[in-house]
């Protein structure tokens, strides 16, 4: 039997950012590896390393993300993918300068005279709601199963859906399971939780099932097909990501 932390996700709207490429800001239907470590660190209390001026913290946070990807492989279950919403901005911004050494604020920006704009599109996905299972690569107990359940339930820093403006809209009711494979215990749980909550229904819930995990030695599961993804942090600090392997299952 194996141990899996089963989660779940709902908001109004989240954005799982995918590869940016110009003015672009697209998101998957489902959440990206880095999307849920961010999650997982936020309720931990992990501070991102970019957010702090002393080195040693600087160094400390870095290795704390990174202990934390090594520990935990993800799986997730698709219940609702959601509707696609596009968010078009403009944003002022001052004519490039390479003399200019007094724009300390936005405020400073918007002093400048002939001032451009940037257009720009993002994408969110409304009422998009997912189960999600954890287990422990069992290279470090210092991120137990236990340690992230009881995160989830009281978080250290406001968590959210891929973007600050994307919060949750419901408790992560997170529970410990023991199963034979990860697709069971994502099952196990969404039947769990249907028996208390109508929110799969109420968004529309039926048809056909999506499992996206990574590589786990008691899936149980099949691939449809297998497709990479660039979400496996390789420095938190720099923000810097490399490939891996998702694999996608397509269920009735």
């Known amino acids: 039997m194996n141990r899996y932390l089963v989660f779940q996700l709902y908001g109004p709207l989240a954005s799982w950012g995918e590869q940016a490429v110009g003015k672009a800001r697209h998101s998957a239907t489902h959440p990206s590896r880095s999307a849920m470590l961010g999650l997982l660190a936020a309720a931990l209390g992990i ?44 944003t002022q911004v001052p004519p490039h300068n390479k003399k200019a050494k007094h724009l300390y604020t936005r405020r400073d920006e918007l002093l400048e005279e002939k001032l451009g704009t940037i257009l720009s599109n993002r994408e969110y996905r409304q009422d998009a709601f997912y189960h ?44 410990i399971v023991k199963t034979e494979s990860l697709k069971s215990a994502l099952d196990q749980y969404s039947d769990s939780i249907r028996e208390k909550e109508s929110v799969a229904e109420y968004l529309g819930q039926g048809g056909q099932m999506q499992y996206f995990w990574e590589t786990c030695p008691h899936s149980g599961m099949l691939e449809n097909f297998r497709t990479p993804r660039y979400d496996e942090s390789i420095s938190r600090l720099r923000w810097q990501f490399r490939a891996r392997e998702e694999f996608t299952l397509l269920d009735e």
């Open 47 to 90: 501070k991102r390393p970019d957010t702090v001026t002393d080195q040693q913290e600087v160094e400390k946070f870095e290795a704390l993300h990174m202990l934390l990807a090594d520990s935990v492989g993800i799986g997730i279950k698709v219940i609702s993918s959601g509707s696609l919403l596009k968010d078009y901005q403009t």
């Open 132 to 175: 999600v299972a954890i287990w422990s690569k069992g290279k470090d107990e210092k991120f137990s199963l236990e340690t992230l359940l009881q995160a989830l339930q009281k978080p250290v820093f406001t968590p959210y859906l891929g973007r600050k403006s994307c919060p949750p809209a419901l408790p992560f009711n997170p529970v």
